[in-house]
């Protein structure tokens, strides 16, 4: 019998067998990527891809100015040294978030995740303004340690009294409101951090001149997108007033929110701000 597996053979059907692995190894590795990511026919098909399907990470990965990522039970944390207070906070909501058996804990206190140290009760106290909180209490009501770890000085950022509990107050019902008609929604929140109002506290705590919200809500295969941009103060106008697009805090923030959704996709999520629209898929 003659080897054929000899000298230059043997190299070449190795080599061969080398790229052919290779070669399913990266479309493997390509169709991985695909999954994890959302594009345009799936948000207009109304059997198209869900927020399950997808993953709870693709909806955490807004790009952070601070390169400091935390991650609690139910909600993820981009939090500014500088500023002493998140520059953005981000969680999902269902149907199901809100538990009227779990009660607020009230103990605000410094997060040990934060490497820097976060800001503490003490620099608030005194101030004038409220710890409001980003991640609301009442939307991490899942259990003890949701509701606990809502009360973190990472998760809070100096707010005049009558915005918290007021306009802000009202923002927040509304959401858990439209989160009990949705699949689920995924929310990212934070201060505008650019030209503050003052300063408060040892840490020298930034106080924002304005807050943000965006929403990306799924019901039925189908997916929409707003925000709301609200200053930092007593206003007894509709939350309707205050919408815009997330293209447009964007702008204002520096950050992309939602980015590993494919460019048509967040054309069509973040370019809009039809009132008309966002409440259509809550019914």
């Not at 410094?110 to 409220?130: E, I, M």
């Not at 809070?156 to 019902?173: H, T, V």
């Not at 995924?186 to 201060?191: A, E, F, L, N």
């Not at 020298?204 to 295969?221: D, E, I, M, Q």
Request: net charge positive; aromatic share 12%; glycine share 6%.
């Amino acid at each position: 019998m003659i080897n054929i597996f000899t000298g230059s053979n043997k190299i070449i059907l190795i080599l061969s067998f080398v790229l052919f692995v290779i070669s399913c190894t990266s479309k493997s590795a390509q169709a991985k990527l695909a999954n994890n990511r959302i594009d345009s026919n799936s948000i207009s098909n109304s059997q198209g891809m869900n927020d399950k399907e997808v993953g709870i990470e693709l909806f955490f990965s807004n790009t952070s100015n601070t390169n400091q990522i935390i991650k609690h039970s139910y909600f993820t944390v981009s939090y500014s040294e500088k500023d002493e207070q998140p520059e953005w906070v981000a969680y999902k909501l269902t149907p199901k978030s809100v538990n009227s058996n779990i009660k607020r804990t009230n103990d605000y206190r410094f997060d040990p995740l934060v490497k820097t140290n976060s800001a503490t009760p003490n620099d608030y106290h005194g101030s004038g303004y409220d710890m409001g909180h980003l991640a609301p209490a009442k939307a991490m009501s899942q259990n003890h340690t949701s509701m606990s770890e809502s009360f973190y000085l990472s998760n809070i950022s100096p707010q005049k009294k009558s915005f918290n509990r007021g306009i802000w107050k009202r923002l927040e019902g509304k959401v858990r409101y439209w989160a009990s008609f949705n699949d689920s929604i995924y929310v990212v929140t934070g201060p505008i951090l650019t030209d503050p109002i003052a300063h408060i506290g040892d840490n020298n705590v930034s106080v924002p001149r304005a807050f943000y919200k965006t929403l990306l809500g799924f019901k039925n295969g189908k997916a929409k997108g707003i925000a709301f941009v609200f200053p930092n103060e007593k206003s007894h106008k509709s939350i309707f007033s205050f919408a815009t697009s997330i293209d447009n805090v964007e702008k204002l923030t520096g950050i992309d929110f939602y980015e590993n959704l494919d460019t048509k996709s967040q054309k069509i999520l973040e370019g809009r701000k039809d009132l008309k629209e966002w409440v259509q898929i809550n019914k």
